[in-house]
């Protein structure tokens, strides 16, 4: 899968990975990891 097919597939159920922020790839071993990480904005 995709990064944006992973994004979309657990969408439904975490609704905070569709504004998140992505990392990656690093490197771990014979995979390559990305880390969705949190979308911090201002109100107003």
């Known amino acids: 899968m995709s990064v944006d097919e992973v ?3 657990l969408t439904p ?3 905070e990975i569709a504004t998140a922020t992505l ?7 014979t995979s390559l990891r990305y880390t969705f990480g949190r979308a911090i904005g201002s109100k107003g």
């Open 13 to 15: 159920t975490y609704p």
């Open 23 to 29: 990392t990656g790839p690093d490197a771990t071993g």
């Open 7 to 9: 994004r979309e597939f």
